[in-house]
């Protein structure tokens, strides 16, 4: 059994308050896979990236990823996005989107990744997304789409295709209102639930996340945060750490789902105390513990009457 | 023992996309006192109104309100508010202020007012409140203050005055960031504290509210509503439901703080979703059991490992 994340391997310069990096290596199905390596010890990666990535690669190494799945197209090059964070940390200015061998990117399944049992269709063009799942011979047990505005825009048709097949989607607030036409997030997530997935995951940066599904609401704090240094791939690793968890406990149901919402949360949390993927590169399993008792005393409370 | 409540009681005129009402009563002492009646049941209210006010007065034996304090001007008028919500239900437009009778608002505190042992200061101009403050002759066990960006604009001074002499301070995070100079509202509550109030609650309106104090921070989801109806009176209402939910357990610490801060939820829950104070009338005492239930499934989850 395995857990495999379909995305982007990317390299990003970012700019933000705190600074500016050189190419330095990000991507959906990075932030992803490293968060979920944490959680999950058999993380299987599906992406493209061109000769110039090189060494890159061995920082999957880290949590054991199978990265098998990772097309090298030669004489190619990384796809590349660069981007600049406004001072409130929520809004941010796209520089450059090179896609490179992304353009082109048709996703190949070792066949030792068949024993997918958990599946991340992670933010990438709808229709790479469908053809990794068509691609697959089994079922797997629980598919989670992550996906963003750009494709409501340019391919919703691909997007409401490939809805019909996933069992959670994860979006952020604005996202959910668009895709619903609806302002209230309750009445937009009634309405994107009937578009497919059984569960609906929406993120709400600095205010958490809320998860609906079972006719059941769950409202995950988010982690007051003195300085976010950058915010870049919060939302994959969000994503990485809620699979990674389920794959772990291996059980689908509301309850586990909370957990796994707090546990992508948590991941996220790290993920933006730095650069990229610095964060994550160098956490250790005792930090995530004490992170997640963070996040039990920054939400229980107890009423007794 | 007493809770006692000095802030406005109002005649309001509210248009929102679900439609408009004529002149109905308002004001933040109105909304904060229906609310802490509920959980208390020995609320006094200190205000001011004209003669207009007649047969309102009424309104406040639902809770047996002690409306002894509040001073009825012959040949006054009694303040005025209206104002319009935009269809995001977040931003207003202010369409009238006659403060009227508030003009010249001199709070007086009856002799069986002395009894008061959790006071709040409801949204008002700052000297109103630290007046208030100065003429009890003992110092309340429980000072709880709101306030808003207004005072911030035009009372600077006199509200950090006033700041020095509370416990509990609410404001929302724009406020909260207007007050203190800094985005993270981490960073913000650490300067807000240093101003004088051993606690700061922080409204975020649909994505709940943060209480900081004692080293530690909480976080309170928010209901998610299908429909806010009409949202004036919500900070209103979460501060009345606050501070009598602490006056009942009569026990000033962070487990109960928190609690009040889900009984303060609660209870704005109800506000919004009627105009004015319409639901706040009609509530009974199984539907906030039933509604705290509601935020403790929203809110819960039970990690084991």
Known sequence: MSLVIVGTVAFDAIETPFGETDKIVGGAATFAGLAASFLYDNVKLISVVGDDFGDNMSLFKRGNIDTSGIQVIAGGKTFFWSGKYHNDMNSRDTLATDLNVLADFDPKIPASYQDCSYLLLGNLTPQVQIDTLARLQHKPKLVVLDTMNYWMNVALDDLKVVLKKVDVLTINDAEARQLSGEYSLV??????????????????????????????????????????????????????????????????????????VIYGSAMASFCVERFGTERLQDLIQDEIRDRIQDFISLSKFEISE
């Open 187 to 260: 009445k937009a997530a009634q309405k994107i639930i009937e578009l497919g997935p059984k569960y609906l995951i929406i993120k709400k940066g600095e205010h958490g996340a809320l998860l609906f599904g079972e006719g059941q609401v769950f409202s995950a704090p988010a982690l007051p945060l003195a300085e976010v240094f950058d915010p870049t791939g919060a939302g994959d690793a969000f994503a990485g750490g809620f699979i990674g968890y389920l794959a772990r406990v291996n059980t689908v149901n509301f309850s586990n789902m909370k957990n796994a």
